[in-house]
Structures are given as C-alpha cells and as structure tokens.
C-alpha cells in the first residue's frame, strides 16, 4: 500500500499569453520562484512521495517538456492526452495504470499550475489526508477559505466534522462556477470553501467510482491500458468531464479538509500581480523594469527591459515577440486577444 | 554658381528611445512613409540638387550608416564630427569644403529628422529661396506658422515684406526657446513664426559671417579643410553653437519665407502619434497591433505585436529588447528613463 503521486499538466493557459504560448504554456513558466510551476509542484511533496510513484498527465505535445521539467520522473509514467478531456479521464488513465502495478495505492492529485505560499502547512495537510484515505478510505478535498466572491472557481459546502476530528469536515455538495450573487451568498454563509482542485482517495475507490458513474471512461480506461498504443483512437469517444462533477458530486465519504496554506491558482494576470511584491508606489516588476513617476503598475517580462513613465494602474506582459497592456480589472479578457490571433491566422505569435 | 545640399544629421534621438538608440538614432528610423528620415530629406530635394552636390554632417559613429542610407551620395561628402558641437559647426565645416570647390555655390541647409506633409509646397519655396539667394543674397530661413506656444523651438519674428515681394519677410529677430508666457505673447501677436532649422545662403557669405561673428570656428575651419586628418584636435577646441545663434541673430540681409509647408520636428513621441492616422477609437498604430477595448493608444513598434486590452490615453513602443509605456503628456521625459540606464551602466539597452 504505496502512496502515488498524480501531477494533472494538461492545461493551454491562454489567460497567460503571450507569457505562455501553445506550446509553452503556464505550468512551465516561472511565475514565482525560480523553478517552473510544474517543478514546484513536484517538488513541494518530495518528502512524502518520490520520483518513482509520480505520474504526470499531459497533453501529448508536451510530453517531452515535462521530462525535462521533472527528470526523476520515469518516461513512462509521462502520460501524453491526445487532446484534453478535462480531470476525470486525466486522472481515470493513471489511476487504472497505478491500480494494475499497485492495487491498494493511495493517490494525491494535484493541478500543476498553483501557488502554494505555506508549502509547510499543506506538506502536513496532504499527510493527513493520505493517511485518513489509508485508514477510512474515502474521497479527500482541500477546501480554500474564500477571500472574496470568486465566480472563476468551483465550491464545495461542508456539513458536520468527521471521524470525530475537528480538521476533517464532509462534503455536502460541489458547486460549479456559480453566478456572483451566489458567490456572494456562499461567501457569506461561511459554509462553503473554493474547491482547489486537490484530491487524496484510494485508487480502488476511485475506479469504482469510475465505473459506477461514468462507465463509458471506465471501459476506454481499461481498453487504453491494455493498448496503450491506441490512445488516438479512444480519447476521440471519451467524455470530456471533470472528477469535481463526474465523480465527487456522486460520491459517498467525501471529505474536505480546510486548507489554510497560501493557495492562489493564479489564473490572471491580475492573480499574479497579487503575488508580487511591491514598492513604495505600488509598482511590481517581474523581470526588469524601470518605474518613472508611476504607481500600480505591474511589469511581467521574459527578457525585455519595461520602462513606465507616468501611468498608473497597468499590467504590461513583454516577450521578445510580442507586449500586451492590460487594465487591471480585464486580466480575464486576455483570451480576446488570442482568439484575434486565432481568427486572423496568426500562429506565430500563439506557438 | 551650382546649388548644394547640406544636410544635418547629427542627432542622438534620444527622445525616441527604445526605438532609437545611441547606434540607430532618429534620423534613420522609419518614423513616416517607408524610407529613413535622413533619406526622406535627401529625396525630398532631388529635383532641386543632386547626389553629386550633397554634403551630410554627422557623428564620426555614423558615417557607415549614412553612406548605407544614401549611396548616391560620395562618400568623401559625408562627414563625421568627433563630437556634436551644436550646427554652426557642422555648416561651417561643409560650407568650408563646398567654397573650395565652388565659391559662388548657394546652399540648402536641412535637419535629417523633420516631416515635411506638403513636399511639393516645400520644394517650390525652397527653389524660391535658392533663386533669392542667386539673385539677392542674405540669409533666408523658413518660417513655421505656429499652432500652439511651443517652448521647445526657436522663434523668428518678422517685420514687412521684402523685394517688394509678398511671399518674403524681413526678419526682425530670432528668439531662443522661450518660457511659456513668453511664447504665448508671441504666437498671440501673429508676428512670430516657429524657426524650423533650414536656411539658404551664399557660401561665402556664410563665411563671411562665420569668420566676422565666429572667428575661432573660422580659423578652426580652415585648419580642418587644410588638415583633415586632424579633427579629433581640432573638435576638441571648437565652441558649441547654433547657427540661429552665432550667425543668423548677428547677420544683416535676413529673410523669412512663410512655409505653410505641414512641417513637424517630430521631436517627441507625442509629435509621432499626432502624424499616426487614428481609427474610430482613437488608436493608433506604426507596426502590428490589436486594439481591444481601448481608446486614444498609440502603439509604435518596430517588430513586436503590441496587444491592448481595457487600456486608454497610453503612448507605447516596443522593440525586441525594450518596452516603454508612456503617459500622452509625459512623452518629454523619456530622457529620464535614459537617465536611469546610463546611471545603471545599462549599455546593453542603450547602444
């Protein structure tokens, strides 16, 4: 009964172009720190779980960038999606390959693309969890105290303690992407946590749960890791469906567990500028930037010099190939921007 | 009694930094049309004067550029200061070597980074004023009506008219930059016109007036015609001063011919966006970029894609190494960032 790691890097990250591009999207960048997010997440449970029980799931195109991002990581545990199919099947195809090699397995799944400023706190969170999962079986979330009525995330509203322990609460629902107003109830009840996208269960419960409430992933899962050669062919009948909704909706003995630990899934601009420190008048830079007579300025670069000279309340993103300016509360509109690229066949500036 | 070409192309441009650097300043920078500035004042004046008549004043660091972009021009014709010492100087050097080979030669003084919208309009006055020359002598300058009190150009006030020609002035007086208040009586009075830095003269009353008002530069020129081996020498112990200045403030039988001509020093990024053709929201681009959701931008860009979102009331310039975002009003104090590199040693953005 090992525990395994599930690293889900599937993600475009188009809120972050021309930063990230098609094929170099956010889980490689170096947002914060000095590593690649994808190295950070690896790395961040090291103590708990090696190199050897790490699977990764990826876009079939980025294959061989994550074996250099996590060069510990067996090849053939670099799982390549021939197109993305959101979490369920991400996660169904390592759980099937990990419960053939591993059947009582205990999995920790985690995005690739997060922040997690109290690596500490959430190195002993997801030791608890693995080890009520080893204990109790069940299905175990990380529940962010909300800040804020955030229409971008799923929530999950919890009930009562359970195992007579106060940091374990059950589940007792997930709720989608809600509208503000909802948001704004939720948030003020109390009694509702951002779901982080984190999941700690045993791989025997999760397949079952698999089979039981989406047979057709089920079935192309077990028909996949028998011909591994044929993934092309049967991610085309796959649903695309996500483990909050297919799976943890459904399921008995859900968990969450709250989860105070610095976590930003940093999915704007704006979500980073947040995370940088600032000077006197406010300004950021990452990368090198030079500030005249500006305040509230955020300056993300891969490599240009950004010069500021009175304005205020910007981001500016500079590449070699490509600048965008952004007004801060339109970091979500950034995929505007790619869709014209799209629309006017511009490829250069998205690959 | 041939017509000769003076061009003036000594500027370091930093105002248009990044897009100009100590290397590549503005007179060589595609700011309107399709060609150089500097090429656009040679070609301007080609039906007047040929290349064979052209003579180009610059930085010693920049003859090979100049060459490159006029190779119709003898190279032994083009020739490098050691240092800039303001354009009396760089005149009286050219005019030194013009009278040599043709004494009775009339001259056409131009700066290498103005726009000039009515060329045709320009052409005739500048014919007009080398026939004045020819047939009159004295100096004869091209006034600028002027649209706005402008505390960053030399003012030419006029008195009545001359050869009892309407379209010729008598020049009172010139006027250095002048502080605002100054200007506004000036432009109010509809006596003043913006001195835009062409001249037209006889050599040898130019050097007449030099070795009358200027007599070190005099005798510092005739060393150099006779020593052009020794320029680095005798550079270093040259006075720096204006032509306006040294000469045309002192000399007698001065003229102005109103140049209703679509003159612009584009000595700003400013001045560059006004010339920029604007769509319904007021954006503005010299190179490749998207607009959404923004108004009254102005993106200049020699090879990246410059995207805007949610923005407005931003100047923006983007090389492959350097971005500068600029508040419309603000577009003076571009030094200030050039400041900030040299006191940085920041060679690598600047050069």
Same mark, same amino acid.
């Given at each position: ?56 799931? #990826? ?87 909300? #800040?804020?009525? =955030?229409?971008? !995330?799923? !929530?999950? =509203?919890?009930?009562? #303690? $359970? ?62 890791? =028998? ?56 300004? $950021?830079?990452?990368? !090198?930037?030079?500030?005249? =007579?500006?305040?509230?300025? #955020? ?53």
């Amino acid at each position: 009964m090992a525990r395994w790691l599930v690293i889900l890097a599937g993600g475009r990250g188009e809120r972050f172009w021309p930063l990230s591009r098609v094929m170099h999207p956010k889980q490689f960048l170096t947002l914060v720190g000095d590593k690649s997010m994808l190295a950070t997440t690896r790395e961040r449970v090291a103590p708990l779980i090696d190199d050897q029980h790490t699977f990764v799931v #990826t876009g079939v195109d980025y294959v061989e960038k994550v074996s250099r991002n996590l060069p510990g990581v067996p090849k053939s545990q670099i799982l390549g999606e021939p197109r993305g199919l959101n979490t369920a099947p991400s996660i169904a195809w390592a759980a099937q390959l990990i419960a053939r090699r591993d059947p009582e397995a205990v999995l920790l799944v985690l995005p690739s693309d997060h922040v997690i400023q109290k690596g500490e706190r959430f190195l002993a969170l997801a030791d608890r969890a693995l080890t009520l999962a080893e204990q109790h079986g069940g299905f175990y979330t990380f529940g962010i105290i909300p #800040t804020h009525p =955030e229409t971008g !995330y799923g !929530y999950i =509203e919890r009930k009562g #303690t $359970a195992f007579g322990s106060r940091d374990v609460l059950e589940v007792a629902r997930f709720v989608e992407k809600p509208p503000r107003e909802v948001a704004e109830d939720m948030v003020q009840s109390g009694r509702y946590f951002w779901n982080s996208g984190m999941f700690v269960f045993p791989v025997n419960e999760l397949l079952e749960a698999v089979r039981e409430f989406l047979p057709v992933l089920y079935h192309g899962m077990v028909a996949l890791a =028998e011909n591994p050669d044929r993934a092309d062919v049967i991610f085309r009948e796959l649903p695309a469906v996500s483990i909050d909704h297919g799976i943890m909706e459904k399921a008995r003995a859900v968990y969450v567990l709250p989860a105070d630990i610095g976590w930003d899934d940093v999915g704007t601009f704006a979500a980073l500028a947040r995370l940088l420190p600032r000077n006197g008048e406010q300004n $950021a830079a990452h990368g !090198y930037a030079i500030f005249v =007579e500006s305040e509230n300025v #955020t300056a993300i670069s891969d490599g240009p010099l950004i010069s500021f000279v009175g304005v205020k309340d910007l981001y500016v993103v500079a590449t070699q190939d490509a600048v965008l300016i952004l007004s801060p509360d339109k970091s979500q509109d950034v995929r505007k921007v790619v869709q014209a690229l799209k629309e006017g066949g511009n490829h250069d500036h998205l690959l």
